[in-house]
């Protein structure tokens, strides 16, 4: 009975067991799938070219694999070095690029092992270095995997077999074609001819020249198909209008400040209310100052001892300079001299014309010397500050002809002229500050209104296409040009200007009399993706 017992819990030990390995199996190989994920995804169709100097092209990248050390031609099982030289499609040297590569065992090999990233570290000139382990024998696949921010993303993929010489390119073409796409879904590429899986049209060959040039094709059928319409590159006369937001202020030239040169008592007050309208020499208030007072008696009483001398006296003339740099005028002091005898309140006078836009002042209030009581703007002329964006900056000048629209008023449009462009921005809306003069005898413009001001600015003659000829690719401004060629449009790349009723300036890249499409661009660049050619597509 004991024996019987101890073998029952012998073959539960040995069922468990085997479970437990079947499980660490069941682990090992998931963890195993997704450790591998990246690196299967590289084995997707690139369609690698090698020129006569050993150079794969791919994208926008060229690039060449060299194996260092005692077996320079081959890769074998252990330790290997590898040294990628990359370049642009100019044949410069690419600094500051992220590298790195994998190995990976050809599938029917079955074994995952070998499928890890390797990050290869920068030499300097274009040339990266990495260190490799190949664990297997057998045939495998290398993959290189580069990007920089300017060129993008690229992908070359080689077969190779451990101990022989030669690294190939895993999908190879006929000699001078880099693939062959769809003439409807440019996204295609194969490694031989064939029909699109989206829709079934017949492949097209694209040959490495055509990537160099960045010439593609699109054949009649095809521009029917997506609009694709042509215009011509023409000089224009180039008028720009330059629209921007402006307000009503006051001509800060004919804005009066009323204020005292001693201390003193406000009396009667005349100018009683904001917005009143004033006349020069107008009653404005009298005031009450002990030192007036005093000057005034002062004066009266020299004049009357000094009758006998002259009256113009040094005396006489003295304590009479003493009321005037007070601001009491002449006439204010000859009539005292008629008079004979002092004013206790000294009336004030308007010193010009206008309206009563600020008062800090009452009946009886004490003001010292140089307090603001009043402020007198005239509103015969008016300015208007208006905001106009800094790229507009260059095209404005004093004196330039504007019109300023009101939202009411008895003549909504009115004709202005540019009185002013301030040397500076506004900090927060980046926008530059400009003003006009306007004339206002009619009263019609109030500060604080809002104004629409329309500027004109004559460029000249200028090259021009049309707006929707001209695609925005980063910072870069693309144009194709009809080659008129089986249908060949060539992309390139422009320096645009000054934008003017549906038409754009073009300054560089572009010559009168050429062709370029402005309609169905956008579709043929999303469908072709001329990564080739261009730096930032």
């Known amino acids: 009975m004991k024996r019987a017992k101890k073998t029952l819990l012998?073959?539960?030990?040995?069922?468990?067991?085997?479970?437990?390995?079947?499980?660490?199996?069941?682990?090992?190989?998931?963890?195993?799938?997704?450790?591998?994920?990246?690196?299967?995804?590289?084995?997707?169709?690139?369609?690698?070219?090698?020129?006569?100097?050993?150079?794969?092209?791919?994208?926008?990248?060229?690039?060449?694999?060299?194996?260092?050390?005692?077996?320079?031609?081959?890769?074998?099982?252990?330790?290997?070095?590898l040294q990628l030289s990359l370049r642009s499609l100019d044949g410069e040297p690419l600094e500051g690029a992220e590298a790195r590569l994998a190995v990976q065992p050809d599938e029917a090999a079955g074994s995952r092992r070998d499928s890890k990233w390797t990050r290869m570290r920068a030499l300097g000139s274009g040339l990266y270095e990495a260190e490799l382990l190949l664990t297997s024998q057998g045939r495998h696949v290398l993959a290189v995997d580069v990007e920089t921010e300017t060129l993008g993303h690229g992908d070359l993929v080689l077969d190779f077999a451990s101990g022989i010489a030669g690294l190939?390119?895993?999908?190879?073409?006929?000699e001078g074609i880099a693939y062959y796409t769809c003439p409807m879904h440019g996204s295609i590429?194969?490694?031989?001819?064939?029909?699109?899986?989206?829709?079934?049209?017949?492949?097209?060959?694209v040959h490495q020249e055509q990537l160099a040039s960045g010439l593609i094709t699109v054949d009649a059928e095809r521009r029917q198909l997506i609009g694709v319409k042509i215009g011509e590159v023409t000089q224009r006369d180039m008028i720009k209008t330059i629209r921007a937001v402006?307000?009503?202020?006051?001509?800060?030239?004919?804005?009066?400040?009323?204020?005292?040169?001693?201390?003193?008592?406000i009396g009667d007050l005349k100018a009683n209310s904001l917005g009143m309208r004033?006349?020069?020499?107008?009653?404005?208030?009298?005031?009450?100052?002990?030192?007036?007072?005093s000057a005034q008696q002062e004066y009266l009483e020299s004049r009357r001892r000094l009758a006998s001398r002259d009256p113009q006296d040094s005396l006489v003339q003295a304590v009479k300079r003493r009321l005037m740099l007070w601001d009491i005028s002449a006439a204010q002091v000859r009539a005292l001299e008629r008079r004979g005898k002092a004013l206790e309140y000294l009336p004030i006078f308007a010193p010009n014309s206008g309206t009563v836009i600020d008062k800090s002042v009452v009946d009886g209030s004490y003001m010292k010397a140089g307090g603001s009581l009043l402020r007198i703007a005239d509103l015969s002329t008016v300015w208007v500050d208006a905001e106009v964006y800094e790229a507009d900056l260059p095209l404005i000048s004093q004196g330039m002809d504007a019109e300023v629209r009101l939202a009411y008023g008895p003549q909504q449009t009115r004709k202005a002229k540019v009185d002013y462009v301030y040397p500076y921005l506004q900090e927060n809306t980046r926008t530059a500050r400009i003003r006009l003069e306007l004339d206002n005898a009619d009263g019609a413009l109030k500060p604080d209104m809002y104004a629409e001001v329309r500027l004109q600015a004559d460029l000249g003659q200028r090259l021009a296409v049309p707006e929707e000829a001209v695609l925005f690719a980063g910072e870069s401004r693309v144009v194709f040009v009809d080659m008129d060629e089986d249908g060949k449009l060539k992309p390139v790349r422009v320096k645009t200007g000054q934008r003017v009723d549906g038409f754009i300036e073009i300054i560089e890249g572009l010559d009168p009399g050429e062709r370029v499409v402005t309609s169905g661009n956008f579709l043929i660049a999303a469908e072709a993706k001329l990564r080739t050619g261009i730096d930032q597509w």
């Open 189 to 205: 590429r194969e490694a031989g001819p064939g029909q699109c899986p989206i829709c079934s049209m017949t492949l097209i060959p």
């Open 278 to 293: 004033v006349d020069r020499g107008q009653i404005l208030f009298t005031v009450y100052s002990p030192e007036l007072f």
């Open 168 to 174: 190939k390119a895993a999908t190879a073409t006929p």
């Open 10 to 81: 012998l073959l539960v030990l040995i069922v468990l067991f085997v479970a437990a390995g079947f499980l660490a199996a069941a682990v090992w190989n998931a963890h195993s799938m997704k450790s591998n994920q990246d690196v299967d995804v590289l084995k997707a169709p690139v369609l690698p070219v090698k020129d006569g100097e050993g150079f794969y092209t791919v994208g926008n990248f060229r690039m060449q694999i060299e194996v260092l050390g005692a077996q320079t031609d081959r890769l074998i099982v252990g330790k290997n070095r």
């Open 246 to 265: 402006g307000k009503v202020v006051y001509d800060e030239r004919r804005i009066s400040n009323v204020s005292l040169k001693f201390d003193a008592w």
